[in-house]
């Protein structure tokens, strides 16, 4: 008898316990509304906020240099913000609660007050979670594919005249001299400049005195947006800047990679400010007049 009053004792005490517990967890709701409101605001506006900077300023240092940015990044941004917004329209949400009166009376609203202290709490607990993920992040970017090798026209009518082919020798022996940066071809329209400097290219390209070779034409308006799309095309670059200066540094930066880079702009017809396009002085610069 005694062992089984014994037994029922501890299964009480145990329920009791048990109920208590449970009790005391949904009152702390109530009593820690303000902190985990507070937490929560904490954790979005500070640590998350931060932790969103870091990985921003990692992107945009490989967006400078034309690289890719990981899928698994671009998710966790887009998770960041959904999260961030989210919060926001919770946050709403206690504000209108907390102008709100509780039976025409100026007193908490307590069952609403239970409800968004719990849910803020949850919150927080994801929002902690977020952070952390978005801290084991290392490399955001990774190289872009090679950019499409260059389609040179053929140059079967390319006709080698003796002087011609002096020509075309003098610019291949120019190119590779590194004290050489730029070389200009003149003459009247029809000549076969443009013919010339293709198989130029093709020679330098297939002789690997050039990493990579690039064509832009220019034309008469010289329109520069027009240049920065044709060059970051070649490139396999993605230009999202508005504006020419922007766009002018992605390329500039995109361009000096340490590789050995050929530009050739074809149709030239005025002088161009080679750095309002993004072409640094330091690269080779063939130019076609």
Not at 55 to 76: F, P
Not at 120 to 129: I, M
């Amino acid at each position: 008898m005694v062992c089984t009053e014994t037994i029922l004792g501890k299964i009480v005490g145990k329920i009791v316990e048990t109920v208590f517990q449970s009790v005391g967890r949904h009152v702390g709701f109530l009593l820690h509304y303000k902190q985990n409101m507070k937490n929560l605001e904490g954790e979005v506006n500070i640590n998350l906020q931060e932790q969103r900077s870091n990985i921003e300023g990692k992107i945009n240092d490989a967006n400078s240099l034309g690289e890719a940015i990981d899928n698994d990044v671009s998710v966790w941004l887009e998770d960041a913000d959904k999260t961030r917004q989210e919060v926001e329209e919770f946050r709403d949400e206690k504000t209108v609660m907390e102008n709100m009166l509780c039976f025409s009376f100026s007193c908490p609203n307590f069952i609403s007050r239970y409800r968004l202290s719990k849910e803020a709490k949850r919150k927080v607990v994801r929002v902690k979670h977020l952070t952390e993920k978005g801290g084991n992040i290392g490399t955001v970017s990774h190289p872009r594919e090679d950019p499409p090798k260059v389609v040179f026209q053929s140059s079967g009518n390319y006709e080698c005249f003796h002087s011609r082919d002096k020509v075309f020798k003098d610019i291949v022996n120019a190119l590779k001299d590194p004290e050489v940066n730029m070389i200009g071809v003149y003459g009247t329209g029809g000549v076969g400049k443009t013919t010339m400097v293709t198989k130029v290219a093709e020679q330098v390209k297939k002789d690997e005195t050039f990493d990579e070779v690039i064509i832009a034409v220019v034309s008469q308006d010289a329109n520069v947006i027009k240049i920065q799309e044709q060059l970051a095309e070649r490139l396999n670059l993605t230009l999202s800047e508005k504006t020419e200066v922007g766009r002018a540094s992605r390329l500039w930066n995109r361009l000096d990679n340490e590789m050995k880079n050929l530009i050739i702009l074809d149709d030239v017809w005025h002088e161009l400010d080679l750095k309002e396009i993004g072409i640094s002085s330091n690269l080779n610069l063939f130019n076609i007049f």
